[in-house]
């Protein structure tokens, strides 16, 4: 089983910066990819950002230039550094992991955070 536990949502101003962390633990064999979603009341749920196992990146086009995902080295913790907030980024953030755990590596699972809130306003 594997569990994934995301922190760093909050309240922040317009213009501000937050750390979004999701930290996976069990027993996992590898990470084929990780991704951040978010959900804003009434609004479907949205890709923001995604990291795959060989380094590469992807944005949704809102947040280009102002969010960055990275991983810690050696870890299974991703972070979602989020600069530059607008009003229009308050939603529920998820984060979203495939992976292949070490009881059955022939297989991919897909795994979601519990979510954090992040809310911007003044």
């Known amino acids: 089983q594997v569990q994934l536990v995301e922190s760093g949502g909050g309240l922040v101003q317009p213009g501000g910066s937050l750390r979004l962390s999701c930290a996976a633990s069990?027993?996992?064999?590898?990470?084929?990819?990780m991704r951040w979603y978010r959900q804003a009341p009434g609004k479907q749920r949205e890709l923001v950002a995604g990291?795959?196992?060989?380094?590469?990146?992807n944005y949704g086009d809102s947040v280009k230039g102002r969010f960055t995902i990275s991983r810690a080295n050696g870890k299974n913790t991703m972070y979602l550094e989020m600069n530059s907030l607008k009003p229009e980024d308050t939603a529920v953030y998820y984060c979203?992991?495939?992976?292949?755990?070490?009881?059955?590596?022939?297989?991919?699972?897909?795994?979601w955070g519990q979510g954090t809130q992040v809310t911007v306003s003044s």
């Open positions: 990291l795959i196992s060989d380094g590469r990146t």
């Open positions: 069990g027993s996992i064999y590898s990470i084929n990819y």
């Open positions: 979203n992991v495939a992976l292949r755990e070490s009881t059955n590596i022939g297989r991919e699972v897909d795994y």
